[in-house]
């Protein structure tokens, strides 16, 4: 069904309220996610600040923080890997550690292989030898999916 100029300016239907645990985040509309939300602060840990290092003009900062997001999102659209429920399974309960820098994304097919985790239909060696296979956006692409 295809956006209509209406359907962003159409009030919210009466539901649970939010802080109610039934309470669902609507989902934002095409007019919504082009929307312009101003400034919004933001910590610029190491990455940020290499990224942005040189940069002085916050209009600058700004548009080369928003193209390097748009090209992240593009990467992830075309990267990733076919994985069972069994190995997502696995992956998920590795990744529960929280964070996952760069390293520990690289080591996931040494992570398999010596997580005691075991279900039924998971091939361990199968899973590390897909992901020693896979190149790095591949396995961002994966843990990003994950939620992590």
């Given at each position: 069904?295809?956006?209509?100029?209406?359907?962003?300016?159409?009030?919210?239907?009466?539901?649970?309220?939010?802080?109610?645990?039934?309470?669902?985040?609507?989902?934002?509309?095409?007019?919504?996610?082009?929307?312009?939300?101003?400034?919004?602060?933001?910590?610029?840990?190491?990455?940020?600040?290499?990224?942005?290092?040189?940069?002085?003009?916050?209009?600058?900062?700004?548009?080369?923080?928003?193209?390097?997001?748009?090209?992240?999102?593009?990467?992830?659209?075309?990267?990733?890997?076919?994985?069972?429920?069994?190995?997502?399974?696995?992956?998920?309960?590795?990744?529960?550690?929280?964070?996952?820098?760069?390293?520990?994304?690289r080591e996931l097919p040494d992570e398999v292989?010596?997580?005691?985790?075991?279900?039924?239909?998971?091939?361990?060696?199968?899973?590390?030898?897909?992901?020693?296979?896979?190149?790095?956006?591949?396995?961002?692409?994966?843990?990003?999916?994950?939620?992590?």
């Open positions: 069904m295809p956006d209509r100029p209406e359907d962003a300016v159409s009030p919210p239907k009466s539901g649970p309220e939010r802080g109610d645990p039934s309470w669902i985040a609507p989902a934002l509309s095409a007019s919504e996610k082009q929307r312009v939300v101003g400034k919004t602060s933001v910590f610029f840990g190491p990455p940020l600040a290499i990224l942005a290092e040189g940069q002085k003009n916050t209009m600058e900062i700004s548009g080369k923080l928003n193209r390097t997001a748009e090209r992240y999102m593009e990467i992830l659209k075309y990267h990733g890997l076919e994985i069972t429920e069994p190995e997502r399974l696995c992956l998920a309960h590795i990744c529960h550690i929280g964070f996952m820098a760069p390293l520990e994304i292989r010596w997580t005691a985790f075991a279900c039924d239909g998971l091939d361990k060696d199968a899973l590390a030898m897909k992901l020693e296979s896979a190149c790095f956006a591949d396995l961002v692409a994966v843990v990003e999916a994950l939620g992590f």
